[in-house]
């Protein structure tokens, strides 16, 4: 099998070969630019913090839509319903108390 580049007769006008020129320079710094973002970790990790805060505004906005019509039974069926998860899986509740706390920290330091 050939390569297509080599079955491509050189440019014969110099207009022509401008375009081909740009052309492969458009599509290089296509390429560099892709290769950049693969290559930029803290970007890839603020981007998945980002989408990561979005999701849990989302939730916010949802427990608390649920806690608007809650009936004190059905809020304490759900703190109980927490608090067997928490005792499961303790660890995701010690991470978002984490957050929480350097969250809260970080407010209280800013404002002094």
């Known amino acids: 099998m050939t390569d297509s580049h080599e079955q491509q007769q050189p440019p014969s006008e110099p207009d022509e070969l401008r375009r081909e020129i740009e052309q492969t320079r458009a599509e290089l710094g ?9 290559a930029d970790v803290k970007a890839q990790a603020q981007q998945r913090a980002d989408e990561r805060k979005e999701q849990l505004r989302d939730k916010r906005d949802e427990v608390k839509e649920k806690l608007r019509g809650a009936t004190p039974g059905q809020a304490q069926d759900a703190a109980g319903q927490a608090a067997r998860r928490a005792r499961e899986r303790p660890l995701p509740v010690a991470v978002a108390g984490a957050l929480v706390a350097g969250f809260v920290l970080g407010r209280v330091t800013a404002r002094s």
Not at 30 to 38: G, R
């Open 30 to 38: 296509a390429t560099v630019e892709a290769l950049s973002q693969k």
